[in-house]
Nanobody, 118 residues
Framework: QVQLVESGGGLVRAGGSLRLSCAVSGSFFSINAMGWYRQAPGKQRELVAIDFSGGSAHVEDSVKGRFTISRDNDKNTVYLQMDSLKPEDTAVYYC????????????WGQGTQVTVSS
C-alpha cells in the first residue's frame, strides 16, 4: 500500500516562509513525477510545481521566484520551499506522486493547510 504523508503547513504572516514535505512509503517499483497542487476555498485545485524523475522541474508563474521544489530520491521525499508568502497563497496544499507499481498510478497526500495573514 503506497502512502503519501505531508507535513509543514501552518499559519504565517505575509512575507514569511514555510517548507512543506511529502514522504512516500510502501511498495513500488519507481516514483516518477512528484509535485504540489493547491486548492483555495471556492476554487479549483491548481498545479503549483512539479519535479520530474529526469531532473527537470516546472514551477507555475504565479509562484516562480518565491517557491522552490526539490526532491530527495534516497528518502522518497519532495519538498516545497515557500518564501515571500502572500495572502493569496492561502490554500490546502496537496502532494501528488506518479508511482509505478504494477501499473502507473497517481497518488495524493491528505493535504496540509497553509494560511498567510496580511
Amino acid at each position: 500500500q503506497v502512502q503519501l504523508v505531508e507535513s509543514g503547513g501552518g499559519l504565517v504572516r505575509a512575507g514569511g516562509s514555510l517548507r512543506l514535505s511529502c514522504a512516500v512509503s510502501g511498495s513500488f517499483f519507481s516514483i516518477n513525477a512528484m509535485g504540489w497542487y493547491r486548492q483555495a476555498p471556492g476554487k479549483q485545485r491548481e498545479l503549483v510545481a512539479i519535479d520530474f524523475s529526469g531532473g527537470s522541474a516546472h514551477v507555475e508563474d504565479s509562484v516562480k521566484g518565491r517557491f522552490t521544489i526539490s526532491r530527495d530520491n534516497d528518502k522518497n521525499t519532495v519538498y516545497l520551499q515557500m518564501d515571500s508568502l502572500k495572502p493569496e497563497d492561502t490554500a490546502v496544499y496537496y502532494c501528488k506522486a506518479v508511482i509505478r507499481t504494477l501499473f502507473e498510478y497517481d497518488y495524493w497526500g491528505q493535504g496540509t493547510q497553509v494560511t498567510v495573514s496580511s
